[in-house]
């Protein structure tokens, strides 16, 4: 359980980057948007998959 939640917080951490990131260098607000929702996206996912049960 201890490794699913490092996983997470290490995707979060990315993905608030990568938003970040885009708003800072683009200053573009649909832009940061677009990013914005496929980063929620890809985390839903990865919650998914990691909580998945085999």
Known sequence: MYRKDQIKGII????FGA???TY???KDD???LI???LAFIIWL???YILNRRF
Do not use: E, N, R
């Not at 979060?12 to 993905?15: D, F, G």
């Open 30 to 32: 649909d832009i940061a």
């Open 24 to 26: 800072l260098l683009t």
């Open 12 to 15: 979060a951490l990315i993905l």
């Open 35 to 37: 990013v914005s929702s």
């Open 45 to 47: 996912i990865s919650l």
């Open 19 to 21: 938003i970040g990131l």
